[in-house]
């Protein structure tokens, strides 16, 4: 029930893009339904994970799904609104991101070293007709730094399937709270 009720709500919102001005704030509510929607999604199925198999099983589900998961919600939203996860330090190529994210990406991270409020999203103004909203990705959980934590810290077996699955693997040395990367939904007219 509550899958349908925020699908409808994604829905909803989407369709009144169509009918109706973008204003910013839309642009922003849009972007925060649709990137908790994804964050629940994947810290549903990460726990569900770890419950059936530990660190192991964690660790094939990002390799596997987690990215068919993002793909499935991104068609969901439709052809005007778009989401990714990118990181300046990618493990996947995919998830590499784009020249103008870089400076978003740095901003995130300039702001946190300078000891300052990080903001939950940072909107972009592409064009007239297209919006990014940045939202962190936070170090939060124990669970996270077992992969992408310090990298000699990380255990040889999973860092040995890392390797294995990407070639260009950039996806350690993060601390308790530091930014790791965003999730960027788009937005056009």
Known sequence: MKKLIVFT????????????????EKVKKIASKATSEFNSKLKKELKKSKRAGGTKAMTDYCIEDSRKM??????????????KRVSLNNRNE????????????????????????????????VDDNTYKVYSPIE???????????????????????????????KGYGYKSAEIRGAVIVTISK
Do not use: W
């Not at 103008?100 to 909107?123: G, N, T």
């Not at 170090?139 to 390797?163: A, I, N, Q, T, Y």
């Open 139 to 169: 170090m939060k959980s124990r669970d996270c730094k077992k992969c992408h934590g310090l990298e000699k810290k990380v255990s040889k077996d999973l860092k040995k399937r890392f390797s294995q699955v990407y070639k260009n693997d």
């Open 94 to 125: 995919k998830a590499k991101a784009l020249e103008d994210e870089i400076k978003i990406l740095q901003s995130f991270e300039l702001i946190q070293k300078s000891d300052a409020y990080v903001p939950k999203q940072i909107v972009q103004i």
């Open 70 to 83: 993002l793909e499935e919600l991104d068609k969901k939203l439709g052809s005007k609104v778009s989401i």
């Open 9 to 24: 709500c994604l829905l909803l919102a989407i369709l009144g893009l169509q009918a109706e001005e973008l204003t910013l």
